[in-house]
Nanobody, 125 residues
């Protein structure tokens, strides 16, 4: 399995931006498609975005499409989530995850084998 560590979370005002990073180690990063999920207090974890191993295939939840951008740098073993025009409802713990189906951009949580510990994003109104 690959080990994942997220960073970049924090407190931001509505309308602001943050960029999350997820650094991978332990296995060849390019073997994996990568995803971002989030979990708000009292709610189930939900899909945010995913990217295939090439970076050419992406998918997004409807709630973030047009505001968030997922990208990856295989040379740096890192996946990113650029979040713009943040809203209070984006407040959650954000998790990155790895899927050994390299070409997939799955929104399904159980398709992902490895998970990071999460990073908190708080958007104030």
């Amino acid at each position: 399995q690959v080990q994942l560590v997220e960073s970049g979370g924090g407190l931001v005002q509505a309308g602001g931006s943050l960029r999350l990073s997820c650094a991978a180690s332990g296995r060849t990063f390019s073997r994996y498609a990568m995803g971002w999920f989030r979990q708000a207090p009292g709610k189930e974890r939900q899909f945010v975005a995913a990217i295939d191993w090439t970076g050419g295939g992406t998918s997004y939840a409807d709630s973030v499409r047009g505001r968030f951008t997922i990208s990856r740098d295989n040379a740096k073993n890192t996946v990113y989530l650029q979040m713009n025009s943040l809203k209070p409802e984006d407040t959650a713990v954000y998790y990155c995850a790895a899927d050994s189906s390299r070409y997939a951009t799955s929104p399904i949580e159980v398709d992902y084998e490895s998970w990071g510990q999460g990073t908190q994003v708080t958007v104030s109104s």
